[in-house]
């Protein structure tokens, strides 16, 4: 087991990610929209749903692809953590913007069948998935190594734990940190669809407005619509279906 180093970098957001989660996806590129306008510095950090829910009976309370997706994404995150210990955290936004859009700018599999998801997600973090990203980034393809490597899990386990101490335990993906390390901190905010170029920066404000209030606590409904990315089969301009991701996901024990 290797001993990895943190460095230190200065930021106005921290934007805590996994890669499968697909409303931390969303969230994500609509931060970049607000990065772009208010030229903000983003550290990407790492969170995983494997860890969040380590302790949680997969079988029983959620669909049967889940396991597969949360296991991809913790190794998709050892394969960063080596490569932010390489090339430095500013490959980060890069990585993650490959990874997203690997998995997310992708056509639905032809038959939305349980085995079918569950098979595309199985497919996720692999050394076959990773090739071309690694290329297109001209990042080693030695890389692929350390998504089989649990020595990062320590860090993904961190940094994963740090993202919890600052919401509290109850909470999924994505987490941001405003102005860290004593800045905001909060679960959200989910969303379902991008919104205008023009709109981003008033729809931030109105976030950090209301978080920015010591007795705001939550607000929050699990009827969300059906995410807008390919993946999900919801093309831009539509509206997804209306679904209750009860606790953050479609489980099955409500």
Request: proline share 7%; glycine share 8%.
């Amino acid at each position: 087991m290797g001993t990895h180093v943190r460095v230190g970098f200065m930021s106005d957001i921290n934007f805590y990610w996994d890669p499968v989660c697909p409303f931390a996806w969303i969230t994500s590129r609509w931060i970049k929209m607000v990065q772009e306008q208010k030229d903000y510095e983003v550290d990407w950090r790492f969170i995983s749903l494997r860890i969040l829910n380590k302790d949680k009976d997969y079988d029983s309370e959620f669909p049967p692809e889940y396991e597969a997706g949360h296991n991809a994404g913790l190794y998709l995150l050892r394969m960063a953590a080596h490569i932010r210990e390489e090339h430095g955290r500013e490959a980060m936004d890069s990585l993650y913007t490959a990874l997203g859009t690997s998995i997310f700018d992708v056509d639905p599999p032809a038959k939305d069948s349980t085995g079918e998801k569950t098979e595309r997600r199985a497919s996720w973090g692999t050394p076959e998935h990773v090739a071309p990203i690694l290329a297109a980034l001209d990042l080693p393809a030695s890389a692929a190594d350390a998504l089989a490597d649990p020595s990062f899990d320590t860090i993904i386990e961190a940094e994963t734990d740090e993202a919890l101490a600052l919401t509290g335990k109850d909470v999924g993906t994505p987490i941001i940190t405003f102005e860290p390390p004593d800045g905001l901190s909060f679960f959200g905010p989910v969303i379902s669809r991008l919104p205008a170029e023009e709109d981003a920066v008033e729809l931030w404000d109105s976030v950090i407005n209301l978080a920015s209030f010591g007795g705001f606590t939550e607000l929050k409904r699990s009827l969300r619509e059906r995410p807008q990315l390919r993946s999900f089969g919801v093309k831009p301009g539509d509206i997804g279906k209306t679904e209750d991701w009860h606790g953050g996901s479609r489980r099955l024990k409500k």
